[in-house]
């Protein structure tokens, strides 16, 4: 048996709840992008192998998953593209999630994608890269059950469940900057950086869970781009007052500020920062908003603007899984 897969990339577009008084913490809403892809091949071997970009990383996370699963077959794995590490589209949950998947329909093993999320450790946060990996969409999920006031980065026994997931309007283009060559936070980095979040304002979550349901929601379900655009931004700009102690900053950098500032001023719907950055985007409506959008960087970039811009629309299937041979 030969089996391809292609994933998406997601955009992390925000965290609802960083106070968890409640006793539920973070929350998260994201959409997939048709671009970059993870790209694996594989075929049953008689020891586990795996070849190109990235390999020790994709071997490591094929080995934690046949040990949690006690798989019998082993594999070859080939991979062919690669998610950059890193930088906020996603990477880590998607090259995890569909290793997993080629080794468990290799092993006709019964492993949802919940599971192989939690057994490659890839539920401490967000379900939001579990979400597009298995639907695509815009996905909102509802976080983690915690003690009161607990936001801690740690491995879970169950993802966060995903409480609102609907297709993307396929006219909806994001522009996608890669501001810098630096990584976003990640590993111990993040999970210190959770550990000394201050406290956020109440008022800040409240207007959080109320734009994204009084707004962000019913605007994509009738398709109203300004309303959307509009309550995106603001959750923006809200969830990076959030992490402002951390990161300096509304935004990972002050090109990254610039950029999401040159866009706005281009006509974007909404600006924002993925994840922990250095990738920010646009909205746009239409391939023609999205050209003049993504132009308006070139002063601004140089000659890095051809490699660190570009135009994706969202992807609204998730991971696809085929036979080869």
């Not at 950086?193 to 994204?212: I, M, Q, S």
């Amino acid at each position: 048996m030969k089996l391809g897969i292609k994933t998406p990339s997601r955009l992390h577009m925000g965290l609802i709840d960083l106070r968890g008084d409640l006793g539920r913490a973070f929350g998260s809403i994201g959409v997939g992008i048709q671009y970059p892809n993870v790209v694996l091949t594989a075929e049953e071997s008689d020891r586990l192998v795996v070849e190109g970009e990235q390999a020790a990383r994709f071997k490591a996370f094929a080995e934690r998953f046949i040990k949690a699963v006690d798989a019998k077959v082993k594999c070859k794995i080939l991979v062919e593209k690669t998610i950059p590490m890193h930088i906020g589209l996603g990477s880590g949950t998607q090259s995890a999630l569909a290793v997993a998947s080629l080794i468990s329909r290799i092993n006709n093993l019964k492993v949802s994608v919940e599971e192989a999320a939690v057994l490659t450790g890839r539920a401490s946060i967000s379900s939001i890269g579990i979400g597009v990996f298995k639907h695509g969409g815009f996905i909102v999920d509802a976080g983690h059950k915690v003690d009161r006031w607990e936001r801690v980065k740690k491995e879970r026994k169950s993802i966060a469940p995903i409480v609102f997931r609907h297709p993307f309007p396929k006219d909806w283009l994001f522009i996608v900057v890669v501001t810098e060559e630096r990584r976003g936070l990640s590993g111990d980095e993040e999970k210190k950086a959770f550990d000394t979040l201050p406290t956020p304002r109440k008022e800040w979550t409240t207007d959080l869970c109320r734009l994204v349901h009084l707004n962000l929601i019913p605007a994509l379900i009738e398709r109203d781009i300004e309303t959307f655009g509009k309550a995106l931004t603001k959750i923006q700009v809200l969830t990076g007052k959030c992490f402002e102690k951390i990161q300096g900053g509304i935004f990972a950098s002050r090109l990254a500020e610039e950029s999401c500032k040159k866009m706005a001023e281009a006509g974007a719907k909404a600006v924002g920062q993925s994840s922990w950055g250095p990738t920010v985007y646009a909205l746009a409506h239409g391939m023609k908003e999205a050209k003049k959008i993504m132009l308006s960087l070139e002063p601004l970039l140089g000659s890095e603007f051809e490699k660190r811009v570009f135009i994706a629309a969202a992807d609204n299937r998730g991971a696809r899984i085929h036979r080869l041979d």
